[in-house]
T-cell receptor, first 113, second 110 residues
Framework: AQSVSQHNHHVILSEAASLELGCNYSYGGTVNLFWYVQYPGQHLQLLLKYFSGDPLVKGIKGFEAEFIKSKFSFNLRKPSVQWSDTAEYFCAALMGGSYIPTFGRGTSLIVHP | NAGVTQTPKFQVLKTGQSMTLQCAQDMNHEYMSWYRQDPGMGLRLIHYSVGAGITDQGEVPNGYNVSRSTTEDFPLRLLSAAPSQTSVYFC?????????FGPGTRLTVL
């Protein structure tokens, strides 16, 4: 079955630390990949997306993600996190021609000031 | 352009009561979906629609009904509420590029 896995369920960092959140998908065909962020008490917002082209995608607020097809991965990175990055992060994928994405279980990030 | 709107924002029900969560979008998207969000479970798809008059089940459809009589509206009905349906419910509409989420409804079933 098509699925999206996020390996880090809870991450705690200090401000200025670097961040990398893992995301893997299980599908051998063409995929469209997304990272969404949910700040406390809010709804999900798009951080960045990859459809094709340069596998290194830059999003809002200094986030970037790299698509590695051979590893079925789309990891999210930020070189220096801020307290305001405290949120839940969801990886999602459109697979098999579907227009309804499959979501990972999310990663809760807490950044200490 | 309001995007995706949901009502109510909060609701408390007693076991066995029924209610409808409303969702509307003004972006003329064909695709709409309902998710529930529970701690540690991420987002789970309840039902979705690929256009007016067309709906299908997602991962966790039991206890919920949907209909799509217009492009704009996609209500979610709880037929007989159970404590296991206590959750935060998000409606989303999407095009090929992105999903847009509503603000959510926090439902508690006593």
């Amino acid at each position: 079955a098509q699925s999206v896995s996020q390996h880090n369920h809870h991450v705690i960092l200090s401000e200025a630390a670097s961040l990398e959140l893992g995301c893997n998908y299980s599908y051998g065909g063409t995929v469209n990949l997304f990272w969404y962020v949910q700040y406390p008490g809010q709804h999900l917002q798009l951080l960045l997306k990859y459809f094709s082209g340069d596998p290194l995608v830059k999003g809002i607020k200094g986030f970037e993600a790299e698509f590695i097809k051979s590893k079925f991965s789309f990891n999210l990175r930020k070189p220096s996190v801020q307290w305001s990055d405290t949120a839940e992060y969801f990886c999602a994928a459109l697979m098999g021609g579907s227009y309804i994405p499959t979501f990972g279980r999310g990663t809760s990030l807490i950044v200490h000031p | 352009n309001a995007g995706v709107t949901q009502t109510p924002k909060f609701q408390v029900l007693k076991t066995g009561q029924s209610m409808t969560l409303q969702c509307a979008q003004d972006m003329n998207h064909e695709y709409m979906s309902w998710y529930r969000q529970d701690p540690g479970m991420g987002l789970r798809l309840i039902h979705y629609s690929v256009g007016a008059g067309i709906t299908d089940q997602g991962e966790v459809p039991n206890g919920y009904n949907v209909s799509r009589s217009t492009t704009e509206d996609f209500p979610l009905r709880l037929l007989s509420a159970a404590p296991s349906q206590t959750s935060v419910y998000f409606c989303a509409s999407s095009d090929v590029n992105e999903q847009f989420f509503g603000p959510g409804t926090r439902l508690t079933v006593l």
